[in-house]
């Protein structure tokens, strides 16, 4: 049973309900249901259901009018975070509403008023029952005077909404959660799988389906980071060294005909005096006529005999005579 009364809590709620039982059923936990249905035969599930999908339309609004700038991406990354389990359950402790919450035995010896899963449900389901009652300005006004009173920004990770962007952005895919339920002890235990594809990306267990899908999508984030990062580092090992520059080539010379010397000779030169000294045009040479040598001349045509000098060296003889 719970521990404070229904009118107090409709004080603080700042709505006066038309049809009490409909706040009653939005407090009743279906243990509480099937352990004392003479009280409240009916539970919350139903209006949280119903208070879910006005909790959707109202944070959509407001984001709406707020960010009239901000795309539908941001949009839905913005209101996931205002309606999550951690936001619902801070609205709710704010209210004090655990202490209204009719329970099943077990569950309220086990600290069930406290738990963060059902404060947020019962949220829900008590703005689904002032919906019905008072109408959407009552429903919008329940919600968004507390959310706008929380003493600072909501701190839960979206991880959801963070893995549905980036599943979407690299595959094209929406990711679907694969969960089930398995009790270990006193409290139940649910495992969350969640797939791109026929690929799964993480697997997360908690004490709720929302919890163990939330784990299961911060498990597939970690992994597709780790992905990207070690397919980063493969491209770069593979990435081919870049090719040597080919030397740009420098000014050609057509020197063969204009210098006269050798290889080794214009290299010293370009070195010693620079391209534009090898590259002025030499003035040119005069050409050298080249004499053919004199083949000596016979001494006998060249020389004239000298006549013969009247000296010792010639003797003059008469001719003879005839008769002695």
């Not at 704010?94 to 404060?119: N, P, Q, T, V």
């Not at 919906?131 to 005077?145: E, P, S, V």
């Not at 870049?242 to 214009?266: G, I, N, W």
């Amino acid at each position: 049973m719970p521990t404070g009364r229904l009118e107090e809590l409709e004080e603080k709620i700042g709505v006066a309900f038309g049809d009490p039982a409909l706040l009653r059923e939005a407090l009743t936990h279906s243990s509480f249901a099937n352990e004392s249905p003479q009280i409240s035969p009916r539970d919350n599930e139903r209006l949280e259901y119903l208070g879910d999908a006005v909790l959707q339309l109202i944070t959509a609004e407001y984001l709406f009018k707020l960010r009239p700038g901000s795309k539908e991406g941001e949009m839905t990354q913005l209101r996931s975070a205002m309606v999550n389990t951690n936001t619902l359950a801070a609205l709710a402790e704010e209210l004090g509403l655990g202490d209204y919450l009719f329970l099943g035995k077990g569950i309220a010896k086990g600290g069930g008023r406290g738990l963060k899963s059902l404060l947020a449900n019962a949220f829900e389901a008590v703005l689904g029952a002032i919906f019905l009652d008072a109408g959407y300005d009552a429903a919008y006004h329940y919600y968004l005077d507390r959310f706008r009173s929380l003493p600072e920004p909501v701190q839960d990770e979206n991880f959801k909404g963070r893995l549905q962007q980036v599943v979407q952005e690299r595959f094209g895919l929406t990711p679907y959660y694969d969960s089930a339920g398995a009790r270990g002890g006193r409290q139940r235990e649910y495992t969350a799988v969640v797939y791109a594809g026929a690929d799964p990306l993480g697997t997360g267990h908690g004490a709720t389906k929302q919890a163990a899908e939330q784990e299961a999508a911060r498990s597939a984030l970690s992994e597709l980071d780790r992905r990207a990062a070690s397919s980063k580092g493969v491209r770069q090992r593979r990435r081919p060294a870049p090719e040597p520059e080919a030397p740009k080539p420098e000014a050609v010379m057509d020197t063969e005909a204009d210098v006269d010397s050798t290889a080794l000779d214009k290299a010293v030169a370009l070195a010693e005096y620079g391209t534009s000294e090898v590259l002025a045009e030499p003035e040119p040479k005069p050409r050298r006529r080249s004499r053919r040598p004199r083949q000596p001349a016979d001494q006998s045509a060249a020389t004239p005999q000298a006549e013969p000098a009247w000296g010792a060296e010639h003797e003059f003889t008469e001719a003879p005579t005839g008769g002695a």
